[in-house]
């Protein structure tokens, strides 16, 4: 029997407000499974801000706190992102190893940074390459806010 997730989908830049650029589809949920519902393990590692789940404290990254960080140039937000994309993987690869009932299509063979764009002086956006273990590629677009004011 699959084991499904819900689909998470990126909201249209227009109607992205500050924290807000991904949603469930609460009005009409998509059920996913195979290396979607991988993608979306890894999406929701990425943006847990660690220390937020009840339980499992060190879950999750601090991707979500750039917003108001003291990070200034481009390069060093790039290397920031880079190793919280690192984390992400880290902690998904360790639940595909402890899941042995996860199919190859299910579990994460890497994660790597392949577009960092500054799209204007207030947000960016970065294409992350995700490949399973059946050696299928997928692209994710992630954007950013940089700076809540703009």
């Known amino acids: 029997m699959p084991i499904y997730d819900l689909h998470i989908r990126l909201l249209d830049p227009s109607q992205q407000t500050f924290g807000s650029n991904f949603s469930f589809g609460l009005d009409a949920p998509i059920l996913v499974t195979g290396f979607q519902s991988l993608v979306n393990r890894w999406m929701k590692t990425f943006m847990t801000p ?3 789940h009840p339980v499992r404290r060190l879950e999750g990254t601090e991707f979500a706190f750039l917003i108001g960080s003291n990070i200034s140039d481009i390069a060093s937000l790039q290397a920031v992102i880079a190793a919280y994309m690192d984390d992400a993987t880290d902690q998904v690869q360790i639940v595909d190893r402890a899941s042995p009932w996860l199919k190859k299509e299910q579990r994460l063979r890497s994660a790597t940074l392949i577009q960092f764009n500054v799209v204007n002086a207030s947000s960016i956006e970065f294409w992350v390459e995700l490949i399973n273990q059946a050696g299928q590629r997928l692209n994710v677009l ?8 703009g």
């Open 142 to 149: 992630i954007p950013y806010l940089v700076n809540a004011d």
């Open 50 to 52: 660690k220390g937020s």
